[in-house]
């Protein structure tokens, strides 16, 4: 088997191929900067540039699945400018797939999988949400999310299988939302945001990547939610952090106002609570190696992470 890859060199692209080349399949991948282009027996590097349409057709010979990841960060300040690339690198990234699709011979390419984010379900303290919500959340993100996956549905028109894949929040030493909430707790500063009260869904990122591949191993089409069977208040979080961190958590909760004031309209990442389920792929079989976050945490904390071999 043969998989093109959007964001392989991003940190959960790094976790899936690593997981793909664990299963003997090679990998193709995009990548906007020629530095990054490798040659390898099982993983190759091809450029593209989703801003000018442009992608080089080599990397779809032979591929049976496309996993796409390409997307800016929503973790810096959401100015005007940034908030349009946002938008712009996932819409456009996957525009140019199909550009590139609709002008190929692709008889062997039969699936794409691409990210989601559990931001497109609306912000509330009390509902549990699964894949057939139909309403999308009032927000800038909640567009965003929206947008992406219409976005995705349009390769259904080429004969694919479609899977999006919402993903909450991952879980990783190496980058992400973790690090940034572990500082603050190893600093003996930790604490929770507003009421404390807000729903975390969230997911280890080695859990992560096997989903993916779980997906692409089985053929699924459709929607899943990328999250652990058991999501957590942001109050619950801070103090399982600080346990198996070993620091104490003793401030008060931080003012909704402060961070608004800090980091403007990407506070609202912090203070939306969406509490969603996993049931859906489990119920296709997936299984959670990390169902529970303190087990999840005490992984990333208590030993040393694997070290990924795919050259930068």
């Known amino acids: 088997m043969k998989v093109l890859i959007t964001g392989a060199t991003g940190l959960v692209g790094k976790e899936i191929v690593r997981v793909l080349h664990d299963k003997n399949v090679t990998v193709h991948y995009l990548t906007r900067s020629t530095r990054k282009i490798h040659s390898d027996s099982n993983y190759k590097g091809f450029y593209w540039n989703p801003s000018k349409g442009e992608l080089d057709p080599k990397s779809l010979e032979g591929v049976q699945t496309i996993i796409n990841l390409a997307g800016a960060t929503i973790a810096n300040r959401w100015t005007k400018s940034f908030k349009r690339k946002i938008m712009e690198s996932r819409v456009e990234s996957l525009k140019t797939l199909k550009k590139a699709l609709d002008g190929s011979d692709i008889s062997g390419i039969q699936s794409i999988i691409s ?109 899943f939610n990328a999250v652990a069977p058991n999501p957590v208040t942001q109050s619950k979080m801070t103090k399982i952090l600080g346990r198996v961190l070993n620091k104490p958590i003793w401030l008060p909760n931080i003012p909704k106002f402060a961070m608004q004031g800090l980091l403007g309209e990407m506070s609202y990442l912090l203070f939306a609570s969406q509490r969603v389920s996993s049931k859906r792929i489990e119920k296709k079989g997936f299984v959670f190696q990390y169902p529970n976050l303190e087990p999840a945490l005490m992984n990333l904390y208590g030993q040393e992470k694997k070290e990924s071999y795919i050259v930068e």
């Open 115 to 223: 990210a989601s984010a559990i931001g497109i379900y609306p912000n509330s303290l009390s509902k549990f949400y699964d894949e057939s919500e139909k309403e999308v959340d009032d927000s800038f993100l909640g567009s965003v999310v929206q947008q992406w996956e219409n976005a995705a549905n349009e390769f259904k028109d080429l004969g694919l299988k479609v899977a999006k894949i919402r993903i909450g929040v991952v879980l990783s030493k190496s980058g992400g939302a973790l690090p940034k909430m572990a500082r603050p707790v190893q600093l003996y500063l930790g604490a929770a945001f507003g009421s404390g009260e807000q729903w975390q869904s969230w997911i280890h990122i080695e859990d992560l990547a096997q989903l993916f591949v779980y997906i692409v191993e089985n053929g699924l089409k459709g929607t």
